[in-house]
């Protein structure tokens, strides 16, 4: 029999479920597990850490003692936290930036400074610490103006402001009613860029590195980009709005420059960079950095590659990359997110979620990932959270992998069931104006 390598995910969600999955696709035996994980994981053959963990320590004394070969960080908490550096310090293999280097998203402030003095293209910027002269540096530049707190704010700390009155109504709550807490006490102002984003992933050792498909999320609730922003309600890959030009120069603008950038600081990323990019007319430049694999991202480029999952994360974890066979799978995934009512604001739990089997076992192409769930007593899949599946769909056009994803979502139900209408509407819309008449 094979020799079986252990691997422990940590995380919750869709992305880590989506990273499992992943493991699942390459040939390798895997013996899997999660902490904490969710009941899809489980379904999918993956052991849940059964055990209150309290410190980093106490989870990589758990992975030494039941013989884990690598560990994969998902969310960006533990990794700001320095989970990666105490799995290191105790000889584990662990996939995931260390704390100096999981700064690039831990702190706002840093990573700009970090842009400027290596010349990396993003919003103009200036950094405060005191109310008044961020009032004053407002009065100076006007609206409209983004006001973003420096640290960790699940994904709710940049305003985009488009009156002088709604920045300093911003500055007041980070400020004075402290709503962000710490994480506020740094403020960054910037230029409002315009343009569409896009999210690339680099996988990297530091120094060699591959980039992923380019994936675009949909943020906002509602339709159109309306509403208040949340963790991402749908996502899609490859977007057309990334051509081959484009990637080539984030690649030499934005990626290189980077990993060089972080390196000479001292603080070699080894792990997955999340660019978060906005394509404006002067050119491709970073809204920000995240230091983990985006969610619900992931759950459609991943699917969009084949590889050995396990021996790149773990010679990345070390810092020598192998070239493993890479090969891009052709075609689109579309993922939508099936959120509880109220999200991004309070919701109910405790919904009984029916059809997500029935779905699975109807169609090939399509993935339930979990995100919110939880079982009931009678082992029933029940919500659990805000964001609670992400419905992925894989096909050889745009058009037939929306029509999958949404033929999913409309098989699966729960009450309050909440999602979006139009993930992927504008890919669809770029492929018709790039390429009018050819099937999409
Ligand atoms: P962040 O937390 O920095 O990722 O920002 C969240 C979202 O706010 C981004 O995905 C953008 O949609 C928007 N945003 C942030 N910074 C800017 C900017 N400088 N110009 C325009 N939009 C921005
Ligand atoms: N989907 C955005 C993020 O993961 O930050």
Same mark, same amino acid.
């Given at each position: ?18 990273? @499992? ?10 013996? @899997? ?41 998902? %969310? ?19 996939? $995931? ?54 640290? @960790? ?68 609730? $509602? ?99 192998? %070239?493993?066979?890479? #090969?891009?799978? %052709? ?12 999200? %991004? ?42 964001? #609670? ?18 033929? $999913? ?18 890919? @669809? ?12």
């Amino acid at each position: 029999m094979d020799f079986m390598n252990s691997v422990l995910i940590v995380g919750s969600g869709g992305r880590e479920h989506a990273i @499992l999955k992943a493991l699942l696709r390459s040939d390798r035996p895997l013996c @899997l597990y999660a902490y904490p994980g969710n009941p899809g994981m489980e379904r999918d053959g993956c052991m849940l850490v059964d055990k209150k963990i309290t410190s980093w320590q106490e989870l990589a004394d758990w992975a030494s003692m039941n013989g884990i070969d690598l560990t994969i960080i998902g %969310p960006e908490a533990p990794l700001v936290d320095g989970a990666v550096d105490v799995f290191q310090s105790n000889g584990l293999c662990v996939f $995931g930036p260390s704390k100096a280097a999981a700064q690039i998203e831990g702190s706002k402030a840093f990573a700009k400074e970090l842009m400027k003095k290596y010349n990396i293209p993003t919003a103009s910027y200036e950094i405060f610490n005191d109310k008044e002269e961020a009032l004053k540096y407002l009065s100076a530049k006007g609206a409209p103006i983004v006001v973003k707190v420096s640290g @960790l704010a699940a994904g709710k700390g940049a305003i985009v402001c488009d009156t002088e009155d709604a920045a300093r109504n911003a500055l007041s709550e980070i400020f004075d009613a402290k709503i962000f807490g710490d994480a506020g006490s740094s403020v960054v102002l910037e230029e409002k860029m315009v343009g569409e984003e896009a999210s690339i992933f680099v996988i990297t050792d530091g120094r060699r590195y591959k980039i992923l498909p380019a994936a675009q999320d949909h943020k906002a609730i $509602g339709d159109g980009d309306t509403g208040p922003n949340t963790g991402g309600m749908g996502a899609y890959a490859p977007a057309p709005l990334i051509d081959s030009e484009m990637l080539k120069r984030i690649e030499q603008e934005i990626v290189v420059p980077t990993l060089k950038a972080m390196e000479q600081e001292g603080r070699r990323y080894k792990g997955l960079l999340y660019c978060g990019i906005m394509v404006t007319s002067e050119g491709p430049k970073v809204v920000e950095y995240n230091c983990r694999f985006g969610d619900p991202e992931t759950q459609v480029v991943l699917p969009l590659v084949q590889c050995d999952w396990y021996e790149l994360f773990r010679s990345c974890a070390v810092g020598n990359m192998t %070239p493993t066979e890479w #090969v891009t799978v %052709p075609g689109y995934c579309v993922s939508v997110i099936l959120a509880s009512k109220g999200y %991004p604001g309070s919701y109910e739990k405790g919904k009984v979620i029916t059809g997500i089997e029935d779905v699975e076992h109807e169609r090939s192409n399509l993935d339930v990932y979990h995100s919110g769930t939880s079982l009931d007593n009678d082992d029933r899949f029940i919500t659990n959270g805000g964001r #609670v599946l992400a419905v992925s769909a894989w096909a050889e056009t745009l058009i037939d992998a929306i029509t999958i994803a949404y033929e $999913g979502v409309a098989e699966i139900n729960f009450e309050g069931k909440t999602f979006r209408r139009d993930i992927a509407a504008k890919g @669809l819309k770029r492929l018709k104006r790039d390429t009018a008449g050819a099937r999409h």
